[in-house]
């Protein structure tokens, strides 16, 4: 396997998240720290709180993970987490069928690459973390795959019989689960590495499970043998390590809430607001199973379904019962921070721009924001694509475009032969021949001038079967090449969208063996994130 960086410029990356990447001042006054700085990783580090009782943590977190069937190098992780000093590389996702797109396998490589790099760096043990999205309600996002079929994208969905508008994590897949794992095993092709794959999956999305079962004993089978451990916010024992930062979020909602748009307003005024600020950063687990976001208004709090609820009652609350509490998308990286020795967050383009929204607001909470580690970006070149991109005149982002103008360009610079023309000067050619050689016939014989022009145009009638013999060629060479047109881009920028957030990452590991992310983790560089990295999958990996 072979990486060769791309210029991130020419995809489809926002400006702030490219101006992250080359360390553009305008952004970088928005962070804390630069994780491109060997300087600023080391104030990092040594800024990083001691959680208030590491070993109520690791409990915690050992609890959390009895069920995940941790590999012994993920437990030792969890023995080394004990020790003071040590810190985490925190990243996460939303819960998702078979562990969802491309990019939830580049961030999880990034933190267990990354990891590795920062205990070198610091002289600290450096443990990986995957943050289970446990508490998200999305229920469309989790609920659906998309991989590549021959007709183009086939995309499926978990039936949704409850309606359900809670956390995503506590819902059981049930049975329609087999009939997505069905489909797509009859989709993607049978090869030799299909079997394992789907001994796998099944074993791990099973109707009984829930989605953070699934997902967790999922990514524990590939990766904690690289130290990978999880933690989740939607789990009674780690709520109680959150109390702090849940009463702030109500105790000082206006103040926190201003933090927010004072920076969000600044960002907007060079960049864009990644996301919205509300009145608030919390949901309540209701009792009914939902999770319903609170809102103020008048000094009352309230949830979505009417319910009013005093502050001092949402205090109470939060003493005694932390675990009816959520977070929003701001709030949940400070719940991380808080309970975790977090030396960085590993995060894909859109939650670095809403990072970027948080300084002030993490100040609030007097804290500073952890190292924000741009996660592996990166498109998977398949042995059958370099083949016949190195045919064409298309570098990878030139396949952004429609079909029809990647088409027209192609046959504007193909020069393929014109078969009229070629024709036409043949045919001028035989004529000037005919009418000398007709004249010495009829000189010679002048009753087989007539044979002789019946000879010619017999001549010139297989001409023209032959002229169309070579246009059906040229058209099916064109044909050829327009077909694979369409083929690299509906597997390298499908819909015009990058791979890696578009194609299920189990579409390459049918193709090319459960093992191929150890494969690019050992490919893998600790600079490789500042560029888009093209992944060359090369014979002896199949």
């Excluded at 069920?67 to 985490?88: C, K, M, Y």
């Excluded at 939060?318 to 929003?328: K, R």
């Excluded at 998308?329 to 721009?353: C, H, K, S, T, W």
């Excluded at 002789?452 to 001549?459: I, L, Q, R, V």
């Amino acid at each position: 396997m072979k990486l060769a960086g791309t210029d991130p410029d020419k995809l489809p990356f926002s400006t702030l998240f490219l101006h992250y990447l080359t360390g553009n001042e305008k952004i970088a006054d928005f962070f804390d720290y630069s994780p491109f700085d060997d300087e600023d990783i080391t104030l990092c580090a040594g800024s990083v709180p001691e959680p208030e009782n590491r070993e109520t943590l690791v409990e915690a977190l050992k609890t959390f993970n009895r069920d995940f069937g941790l590999h012994p190098n993920a437990i030792q992780n969890l023995e080394r987490l004990a020790v003071p000093g040590s810190l985490t590389i925190v990243t996460g996702q939303q819960l998702t069928l078979y562990g969802g797109p491309l990019y939830t396998i580049l961030k999880t490589l990034t933190a267990i690459r990354l990891s590795k790099h920062y205990e070198a760096l610091l002289g600290r043990a450096v443990i990986p973390v995957f943050w289970l999205a446990d508490e998200d309600h999305d229920y469309e996002e989790a609920a659906t795959i998309s991989i590549p079929a021959p007709s183009g994208h086939y995309s499926t969905m978990l039936k949704d019989s409850n309606g359900h508008r809670g956390s995503v994590g506590r819902i059981e897949l049930g049975d329609d689960i087999s009939r997505i794992s069905r489909e797509l095993s009859e989709i993607m092709p049978d090869t030799d590495f299909s079997a394992d794959l789907w001994e796998l999956l099944n074993a791990c999305y099973k109707p009984e499970n829930t989605f953070r079962e699934a997902m967790a004993n999922y990514l524990s089978s590939l990766f904690s043998r690289h130290g990978l451990i999880f933690a989740g916010s939607d789990d009674p024992v780690i709520k109680r390590l959150m109390v702090e930062p849940l009463a702030r979020a109500i105790s000082d909602a206006g103040p926190l809430q201003q933090a927010l748009e004072d920076t969000s307003g600044q960002i907007e005024k060079a960049y864009h607001r990644q996301a919205n600020v509300l009145d608030n950063t919390l949901f309540l687990h209701t009792k009914s199973g939902n999770r319903e976001r609170l809102s103020r208004s008048n000094g009352d709090w309230h949830t979505e379904s009417g319910e009013k609820i005093s502050s001092e009652k949402l205090l109470h609350l939060a003493s005694v019962s932390p675990e009816v509490f959520s977070p929003n998308v701001f709030l949940r990286p400070v719940l991380q921070d808080y309970m975790l020795p977090n030396l960085g967050y590993v995060a894909g383009p859109g939650e670095i721009a809403y990072y970027a929204q948080m300084k002030s607001f993490y100040h609030a909470f007097d804290r500073k924001m952890p190292l924000i580690i741009p996660r592996l970006s990166a498109t998977i070149i398949e042995p059958a694509i370099e083949r016949i991109m190195s045919g064409l005149p298309f570098e990878l982002q030139h396949y952004q475009e429609r079909i029809e103008d990647l088409e027209k360009k192609w046959l504007q610079l193909s020069e393929a032969p014109d078969a009229d023309l070629l024709f036409e000067r043949w045919n001028n050619d035989v004529d000037a021949l005919n009418r000398r050689y007709e004249e010495e016939v009829k000189n010679i014989e002048p009753t087989l001038t007539d044979t002789a022009s019946k000879t010619t145009a017999e001549y010139k009638k297989s001409l023209e079967k032959l002229k169309q013999k070579l246009n059906r060629a040229i058209k099916s060479k064109q044909e050829t090449q327009l077909k694979r047109i369409a083929r690299i881009k509906n597997e390298l920028l499908p819909n015009g969208g990058l791979q890696e957030r578009n194609i299920a990452h189990i579409y390459f590991m049918n193709k090319y063996g459960i093992g191929i992310w150890d494969e690019l983790l050992l490919a893998m560089t600790p600079e490789a994130i500042r560029s888009h990295q093209l992944v060359y999958i090369h014979r002896s990996v199949l």
